[in-house]
Structures are given as C-alpha cells and as structure tokens.
C-alpha cells in the first residue's frame, strides 16, 4: 500500500556531465565558460555573468593587457584566443592577479542571479570556493593587490570540466 508521503516525494537529484575531454564536451552540447575556466552543461551556463567577465577580461587595460593567460610564468607563451583556451583541458594555466580577483568577484552577480531566478543552476559552486575567493579578495586589499599595476603571473588554474546536480524539482520546472 503506498504511504501517505508518495506524492510528496521528489524524484532525485539527475547530475548532467560533460565527459573528459573538449571535444567529447562539444559533443554533448555543453559551453566553455570564461569565467570558471571549465566546460560545463548548457543547462547550467550563465552566459550573461560569462559574458560580462569575457568583456572585462578583453579590455586592453587590464594588466599584461587583453585576455592576460599563458603557458608559463614569466608570460612569455601567450594563449591568444579563448577557443584555444577552452582545448588545453587539464592543463596547468597562469593569470595575472588582477584577472584572479575578478574571477573571484564576477560569481557574485552569478549567486544573485541564481536567487532572483534568472538562472536555473550553478556549476562550479561549492562553499570551499566561496572561502578560498574571500580569502584572496582580502589578501588583495589587505597587500594593496588590487591596485592597478601591481599585476604580472601571480595565479594558476587548470582548465576544466565541471558537473551540474539539477535537483529533483527543477528538472520538472525547467
């Protein structure tokens, strides 16, 4: 006999994947985002955030200059193009500080977004995160980091690919 909480229950939480590689993320239609330097599920995308930091990071006053990414720390090997960028899966990257800070602050509008319910989910999202980017944030104020100039390589990433948990609830709204 079913109980009195079946209609009440939720089905569960589906979690969407991008595969291993870039090409097998292109495949199954997922988006390189800028922003967090990861493919990630389409569904899970905030192009408007991605978009925002994307013309941020193209401005040629940043430090270094226009889209300040390389293959090593003296800045010598400069990645050109975001598509390239968007290949080098798994692989060490380097930033300037001043794009490392942004990268920190740029999620913001992303959460405020996910909370006024412009956007449905949020990859790349977890608490630890969230700390490690106050912690920077703070260091950078509390060192004078963000004032423009003091820029150069101080910041390395690995270019990834993230899941997206859509729970139970939004894969019957969305």
């Not at 239609?29 to 330097?37: K, P, S």
């Not at 978009?51 to 390389?70: H, K, N």
């Not at 106050?134 to 260091?139: E, G, Q, V």
């Amino acid at each position: 006999m079913p109980s009195h909480n079946d209609h009440d229950s939720h089905p569960p939480p589906m979690i969407l994947t991008c595969g291993n590689s870039s090409a097998e993320a292109r495949s199954r239609g997922c988006v390189f985002d800028l922003l967090t330097n990861s493919w990630m599920p389409a569904y899970c995308a905030d192009p408007t955030t991605d978009e925002e930091y994307r013309a941020w990071v193209l401005e040629p006053t940043r430090d270094l200059g226009s889209f300040a990414f390389s293959h090593d720390e003296e800045a010598q090997v400069h990645i050109s193009t975001e598509e390239y960028l968007s290949d080098l899966v798994g692989q060490h990257v380097y930033t300037t500080t001043e794009n490392h800070l942004a990268y920190c602050i740029f999620p913001a509008r992303r959460m405020h977004r996910i909370v006024m319910g412009e956007i449905k989910a949020m990859a790349h999202n977890t608490f630890a995160h969230t700390v490690h980017c106050t912690k920077a944030l703070l260091k950078g104020v509390e060192d004078g980091g963000i004032e423009k100039g003091k820029g150069g390589i101080g910041s390395t990433f690995d270019v990834g690919i993230v899941d997206c948990v859509v729970d139970g609830m939004q894969q019957h709204r969305g």
